[in-house]
């Protein structure tokens, strides 16, 4: 062999290196490594897997490369189109590579070496073909089930052993299983044996259970567990094992598909039969047409609760699936999954896949497989579901897309949604994204046909939208005590009449009242700073109000600056006492509270949810937690205790939220026969998303919410990127985001782009740490991408956070 030196290959890690690291390939990794697979490489003395994303052989100069330990797999666990998308997350949302591809994997994926390998019946028994054939089954005859590395010990340098096992497989002489052997169980399965039918019903003689296995089988053209068999047949093992025994049927072992039942909710059952409306079939027809056509398209589905898009999204679906396509369905929570997930499960079946970190590591890893296989062609689960080693993918549904969840809040600080663009583009897909709200960027996105919109304009089903009620809460006087402002007048009144007639109430409240702001109590005043558009924040420490976009500062006035009433009042926080202010005004009502500290107790939100449900209790407080996804058909009273809470949150996009949770709660009430009632309470009643929300006013919502990102240059008219500094010291952290902020305007691009702060950030301090801001803004996206690369350090030596298109701004 000529003596070439060794190739090379960059190893991607799961570590905050801006680049991939180069190691040598050594010779006897060589014939089998690609891009895709994993590696085991030193770093220092310590041993980290990472991706090998390029196999090349540009030397560096001057450099001692080492070489990689060991290639953990024998196929690309990533495949080329996945590597291709990583390496634009990697680029536009400045992320290490590793990073991004790590979550583009399940945890603790087993090495190939992990697999189990064993003998079937017929495998015992044949007659190996070639020497390796014969090593291999050997040493399975005599060691029983072992792992594919035990195998390669015991069989000893066996160059070709993948292609053996290969062969093996593919004639049913062998049987592999992918996933976590702790958790795998064997079972015994059966199969007709090769020849006609005819001939096994003969050979069963008059035997009236075995001819029905026989002709069951037939029917069902695949294999089946004994136990599948036996439970459709209502005979017993005696009869198969008969029929294995004539010859008729062949016995092998598989590995147990994991139930997916836990992972989802209600029953099994039938597809509930329903006839499209006009409007669901014309969208229908527009998707079917664009997954026919096999090219990228990407569309916005838009219509209110109930009115018929997740049966829609779910035909198209079966649609890709007729022309052998498959389908992403993303939904914003873990929690959302068991609700879809029975509805996939009964159009689709075993082609259903849900992939999500709440499931245990063999049910994760068994589902992995069979995407990547693709035996499963419907894969259902949050944002990390996007990365899905699917072929053939022909749609991608985004449904709530303008939750902020799609949003990964560690690096890689992704936006599922907006990949999923990239995603379908690349594979030629349909996009679409599915909401009653859509964020303003795809509202924007749909008016500059970017977006291809599909509207659905009836409700389906017998509810009807419930009445509005708005209580003003600066005619409920200045004089009140705080707490007593939970509970107005109307409010008090509309809660026992629910009461008195049987009915169950939601009350919504707000917990993220970490950093009050001043509101005036008689007329609503909450001091905006003029740059921004943004209320301040309000500090009591120094008496002061804080811009958090660009940090400028005001000392808090004594008196409102607008009315002159002495009626400035820090709000925001304190509603922690919402449900001790119920109690007292009503000690006989059962009352719960869902919200992030209810999740943690022990049954989590589903159990409060259930009790709920099943009408235990009567009243439930909670956060927005309560409002997404669920259908409670007793529910006859919805309130928003303070819609300001939400509406002056420090947060460009606080009015949208705002906006979205109203119509979601409008849409909780009166699901069921009766009309319901939403009761909001707040000092802005005649804010524009509170009327719009009211009336049902959807584009007038979008036409005034549009115009003050315009005016204040926010997105979806700039594109912006957060740059937060953390440290311990107070004094080293404003010098560095300083630093920053000095370098950037120096930048030649600086002129085209709007550099908000420093400022502190809205969480000034957490867990002991300071933490300050800049906000970069243009209408130029490209060029502000450029700047950023060209000034921000690669290797900053201290905490920084680039956060590109950022939804929480904390
Ligand atoms: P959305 O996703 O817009 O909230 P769904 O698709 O979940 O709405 O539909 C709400 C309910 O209405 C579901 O129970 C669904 O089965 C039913 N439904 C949908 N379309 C129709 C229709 N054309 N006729 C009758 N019922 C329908
Ligand atoms: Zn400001």
């Given at each position: 062999?000529?003596?070439?030196?060794?190739?090379?290959?960059?190893?991607?890690?799961?570590?905050?290196?801006?680049?991939?690291?180069?190691?040598?390939?050594?010779?006897?990794?060589?014939?089998?490594?690609?891009?895709?697979?994993?590696?085991?490489?030193?770093?220092?003395?310590?041993?980290?897997?990472?991706?090998?994303?390029?196999?090349?052989?540009?030397?560096?100069?001057?450099?001692?490369?080492?070489?990689?330990?060991?290639?953990?797999?024998?196929?690309?666990?990533?495949?080329?189109?996945?590597?291709?998308?990583?390496?634009?997350?990697?680029?536009?949302?400045?992320?290490?590579?590793?990073?991004?591809?790590?979550?583009?994997?399940?945890?603790?994926?087993?090495?190939?070496?992990?697999?189990?390998?064993?003998?079937?019946?017929?495998?015992?028994?044949?007659?190996?073909?070639?020497?390796?054939?014969?090593?291999?089954?050997?040493?399975?005859?005599?060691?029983?089930?072992?792992?594919?590395?035990?195998?390669?010990?015991?069989?000893?340098?066996?160059?070709?052993?993948?292609?053996?096992?290969?062969?093996?497989?593919?004639?049913?002489?062998?049987?592999?299983?992918?996933?976590?052997?702790?958790?795998?169980?064997?079972?015994?399965?059966?199969?007709?044996?090769?020849?006609?039918?005819?001939?096994?019903?003969?050979?069963?003689?008059?035997?009236?259970?075995?001819?029905?296995?026989?002709?069951?089988?037939?029917a069902l053209g695949r294999?089946?567990?004994?136990?599948?068999?036996?439970?459709a047949?209502?005979?017993?093992?005696?009869?198969?094992?008969?029929?294995?025994?004539?010859?008729?049927?062949?016995?092998?072992?598989?590995?147990?598909?994991?139930s997916l039942d836990r992972h989802m909710m209600g029953a099994p059952g039938k597809r509930p039969e329903i006839h499209l409306r006009e409007d669901q079939a014309f969208a229908l027809d527009r998707l079917t047409a664009v997954v026919e056509a096999g090219q990228f398209a990407p569309l916005l589905l838009q219509g209110m609760t109930g009115s018929g898009k997740t049966e829609v999204y779910l035909r198209a679906a079966e649609e890709a699936l007729a022309r052998g396509r498959s389908t992403i369905l993303l939904v914003p929570e873990i929690a959302l999954v068991p609700a879809l997930a029975r509805a996939v499960e009964l159009r689709f079946g075993d082609n259903l896949a849900i992939l999500h970190?709440?499931?245990?590591?063999?049910?994760?890893?068994?589902e992995?497989?069979r995407v990547?296989?693709g035996e499963a062609r419907v894969v259902l689960g949050p944002?990390?579901a996007l990365?899905a080693?699917v072929?053939d993918l022909g749609l991608i549904v985004v449904d709530e897309e303008q939750d902020?969840?799609y949003?990964?809040?560690?690096?890689?600080?992704?936006?599922a949604r907006?990949?999923a663009l990239?995603?379908a583009?690349?594979a030629g897909a349909a996009a679409l994204l599915v909401s009653a709200t859509p964020s303003?960027?795809s509202r924007?996105n749909a008016e500059?046909g970017k977006l291809d919109l599909l509207r659905l304009t009836e409700r389906a089903g017998q509810g009807t939208l419930p009445e509005g009620?708005?209580?003003?809460?600066?005619?409920?006087?200045?004089?009140?005590?705080?707490?007593?402002?939970?509970?107005?007048?109307?409010?008090?009144?509309?809660?026992?009449?629910?009461?008195?007639?049987?009915d169950q109430?939601i009350?919504?409240?707000?917990?993220?009242?970490?950093?009050?702001?001043?509101?005036?109590?008689?007329?609503?005043?909450?001091?905006?700073?003029?740059?921004?558009?943004?209320?301040?924040?309000?500090?009591?420490?120094?008496?002061?109000?804080?811009?958090?976009?660009?940090?400028?500062?005001?000392?808090?006035?004594?008196?409102?600056?607008?009315?002159?009433?002495?009626?400035?009042?820090?709000?925001?926080?304190?509603?922690?006492?919402?449900?001790?202010?119920?109690?007292?005004?009503?000690?006989?009502?059962?009352?719960?509270?869902?919200?992030?500290?209810?999740?943690?107790?022990?049954?989590?939100?589903?159990?409060?949810l259930e009790?709920f449900d099943r009408g235990?209790?009567?009243?439930?407080?909670?956060?927005?937690?309560v409002s997404k996804g669920h259908h409670f058909p007793n529910v006859a009273?919805t309130?928003?205790?303070?819609?300001?809470?939400?509406?002056?949150?420090?947060?460009?996009?606080?009015?949208?939220?705002?906006y979205n949770l109203l119509v979601q709660v409008a849409g909780r009430a009166g699901r069921g026969e009766r009309p319901g009632r939403v009761?909001?309470?707040?000092?802005?009643?005649?804010?524009?998303?509170?009327?719009a929300a009211l009336r049902g006013d959807d584009e007038g919502f979008a036409?005034?919410?549009?115009?003050?990102?315009?005016?204040?240059?926010?997105?979806?008219?700039?594109?912006?990127?957060?740059?937060?500094?953390?440290?311990?010291?107070?004094?080293?952290?404003?010098?560095?985001?300083?630093?920053?902020?000095?370098?950037?305007?120096?930048?030649?691009?600086?002129?085209?782009?709007?550099?908000?702060?420093?400022?502190?950030?809205?969480?000034?301090?957490?867990?002991?740490?300071?933490?300050?801001?800049?906000?970069?803004?243009?209408?130029?996206?490209?060029?502000?991408?450029?700047?950023?690369?060209?000034?921000?350090?690669?290797?900053?030596?201290?905490?920084?956070?680039?956060?590109?298109?950022?939804?929480?701004?904390?």
């Amino acid at each position: 062999m000529p003596d070439r030196p060794p190739r090379l290959a960059d190893v991607a890690l799961p570590l905050p290196l801006p680049d991939p690291l180069t190691y040598e390939i050594p010779a006897a990794w060589d014939a089998q490594a690609q891009p895709g697979m994993r590696a085991r490489v030193l770093i220092g003395r310590r041993r980290l897997v990472g991706l090998i994303v390029d196999i090349h052989e540009r030397r560096p100069e001057g450099v001692n490369l080492r070489p990689l330990v060991e290639i953990l797999d024998r196929e690309p666990v990533v495949p080329k189109d996945l590597l291709e998308l990583a390496r634009f997350t990697a680029d536009y949302y400045m992320a290490p590579l590793g990073e991004v591809v790590r979550s583009m994997l399940p945890a603790d994926l087993p090495p190939w070496g992990d697999r189990k390998v064993w003998l079937t019946d017929a495998g015992a028994l044949s007659l190996p073909r070639g020497a390796s054939e014969a090593a291999v089954i050997e040493a399975l005859r005599e060691g029983g089930r072992m792992t594919v590395a035990e195998l390669q010990s015991r069989v000893g340098a066996l160059p070709d052993l993948d292609a053996v096992l290969a062969t093996l497989a593919e004639g049913g002489r062998v049987n592999t299983a992918e996933h976590r052997a702790r958790s795998a169980r064997y079972i015994n399965a059966v199969e007709l044996a090769p020849g006609e039918v005819a001939d096994h019903l003969a050979k069963a003689g008059r035997s009236v259970a075995g001819r029905e296995v026989i002709n069951y089988l037939a029917a069902l053209g695949r294999p089946a567990t004994t136990a599948e068999v036996t439970a459709a047949i209502e005979c017993t093992p005696a009869v198969v094992r008969r029929l294995v025994s004539l010859g008729v049927l062949r016995q092998f072992t598989q590995v147990e598909r994991l139930s997916l039942d836990r992972h989802m909710m209600g029953a099994p059952g039938k597809r509930p039969e329903i006839h499209l409306r006009e409007d669901q079939a014309f969208a229908l027809d527009r998707l079917t047409a664009v997954v026919e056509a096999g090219q990228f398209a990407p569309l916005l589905l838009q219509g209110m609760t109930g009115s018929g898009k997740t049966e829609v999204y779910l035909r198209a679906a079966e649609e890709a699936l007729a022309r052998g396509r498959s389908t992403i369905l993303l939904v914003p929570e873990i929690a959302l999954v068991p609700a879809l997930a029975r509805a996939v499960e009964l159009r689709f079946g075993d082609n259903l896949a849900i992939l999500h970190s709440g499931m245990g590591v063999g049910e994760r890893h068994q589902e992995w497989e069979r995407v990547r296989r693709g035996e499963a062609r419907v894969v259902l689960g949050p944002r990390s579901a996007l990365f899905a080693p699917v072929a053939d993918l022909g749609l991608i549904v985004v449904d709530e897309e303008q939750d902020s969840s799609y949003k990964q809040e560690l690096s890689p600080r992704y936006n599922a949604r907006d990949l999923a663009l990239v995603r379908a583009r690349d594979a030629g897909a349909a996009a679409l994204l599915v909401s009653a709200t859509p964020s303003l960027e795809s509202r924007y996105n749909a008016e500059r046909g970017k977006l291809d919109l599909l509207r659905l304009t009836e409700r389906a089903g017998q509810g009807t939208l419930p009445e509005g009620i708005l209580v003003d809460l600066r005619e409920e006087g200045v004089s009140r005590r705080p707490g007593e402002i939970h509970f107005s007048e109307r409010l008090r009144h509309e809660i026992r009449q629910a009461l008195a007639d049987g009915d169950q109430v939601i009350l919504l409240r707000n917990r993220r009242g970490y950093s009050p702001m001043l509101l005036c109590r008689a007329c609503g005043e909450d001091m905006r700073c003029e740059d921004c558009g943004l209320p301040r924040t309000y500090h009591r420490r120094d008496r002061r109000l804080v811009c958090h976009y660009c940090g400028s500062m005001l000392p808090a006035p004594k008196v409102c600056p607008n009315c002159k009433e002495e009626a400035l009042e820090a709000i925001g926080a304190g509603t922690e006492r919402v449900e001790e202010d119920f109690k007292e005004l009503f000690p006989e009502v059962s009352v719960d509270v869902l919200d992030r500290d209810t999740a943690r107790r022990p049954g989590g939100p589903a159990a409060v949810l259930e009790r709920f449900d099943r009408g235990e209790i009567q009243v439930l407080i909670g956060t927005q937690m309560v409002s997404k996804g669920h259908h409670f058909p007793n529910v006859a009273l919805t309130a928003v205790l303070a819609a300001d809470a939400y509406l002056s949150f420090p947060d460009f996009r606080a009015v949208e939220r705002t906006y979205n949770l109203l119509v979601q709660v409008a849409g909780r009430a009166g699901r069921g026969e009766r009309p319901g009632r939403v009761v909001i309470q707040t000092y802005h009643p005649d804010h524009y998303a509170i009327q719009a929300a009211l009336r049902g006013d959807d584009e007038g919502f979008a036409r005034e919410e549009l115009h003050f990102r315009r005016v204040f240059h926010y997105p979806p008219y700039t594109r912006m990127v957060q740059l937060l500094v953390r440290d311990k010291n107070r004094d080293r952290a404003w010098k560095l985001i300083s630093d920053l902020a000095a370098d950037l305007a120096a930048h030649p691009f600086a002129r085209s782009v709007r550099l908000s702060g420093p400022a502190p950030a809205p969480l000034e301090r957490l867990r002991g740490e300071w933490r300050f801001q800049l906000l970069a803004r243009s209408a130029d996206g490209r060029g502000l991408h450029r700047m950023l690369k060209e000034v921000l350090p690669k290797n900053p030596g201290y905490d920084l956070v680039i956060d590109v298109d950022p939804q929480q701004l904390l």
